[in-house]
């Protein structure tokens, strides 16, 4: 069987890469490439890939929430998650998002390889180190009854994204679809969600909750 797979990754040079050592591979069929989050969504829905091989920081729409996203709209794609970045916050979150699996960029693609099948064939892969990062992260996660403090939406935290890698309320509207006016709504009430006072406050919030990057932000001002 043809494992078609969709690499979602703003690195054009580690995604080409992944594409030539994939096309080696005899079951392995690489029908797209994406560069933002938003794309990767866009292509699944077009090319419905049997795996979705997804960076987890990418500027528009991150991974996780393209993540959540595909697996509401196309359940039958697999996310496999291949990161630089490993700690609990971006690891968990994946996870919880609906990804099947979870790799490090730093990872042999003998082992990309491999992670690529166990979760096509409807399996979860984590790498070693991964899997002692998430048995850390649920055995030191408080109680579900504790306060986990605010909920942001699906469409607030995608304008939250890119309020904070700098783009204006016009060129929201325009990517999103939607009126200036609605922009502002949702700032405005992600600044009383969160008892923030400003963008600021709010571009703070993004990073610590891994929601953008400093390399995004940086790219993007």
Not at 56 to 68: D, I, S
Not at 90 to 102: F, H, N, P, R
Not at 118 to 136: D, F
Request: overall charge neutral.
């Amino acid at each position: 069987m043809t494992i078609r797979i969709l690499i979602a990754d703003n690195h054009t040079l580690f995604s080409e890469g992944l594409r030539s050592l994939a096309s080696q591979q005899a079951d392995f069929e690489v029908v797209g490439e994406a560069r933002n989050g938003r794309d990767a969504l866009v292509q699944t829905r077009e090319l419905c890939p049997d795996v979705v091989l997804m960076d987890v920081v990418m500027p528009e729409l991150n991974g996780l929430e393209a993540t959540r996203q595909i697996r509401q709209e196309s359940p039958g794609t697999r996310v496999l998650a291949l990161s630089m970045h490993i700690d609990k916050r971006y690891v968990l979150g994946m996870l919880e998002a609906g990804a099947t699996g979870y790799l490090a960029k730093e990872a042999p693609f003998e082992e990309v390889a491999r992670a690529l099948r166990v979760v096509a064939s409807g399996q979860v892969y984590l790498a070693p180190s991964i899997a002692g990062v998430v048995v850390e992260g649920v055995t030191r996660r408080p109680p579900v009854a504790a306060s986990t403090g605010p909920e942001l939406s699906q469409r607030e935290r995608e304008v939250l994204q890119l309020l904070a890698e700098g783009k204006s309320a016009r060129a929201i509207s325009r990517q999103l679809h939607i009126s200036i006016k609605t922009v502002e709504t949702h700032r405005r009430n992600m600044l009383k969600k969160l008892g923030l006072d400003n963008v600021a406050e709010l571009v703070r919030y993004a990073l610590k909750e891994g929601i953008t990057s400093l390399d995004e932000i940086g790219t993007r001002r």
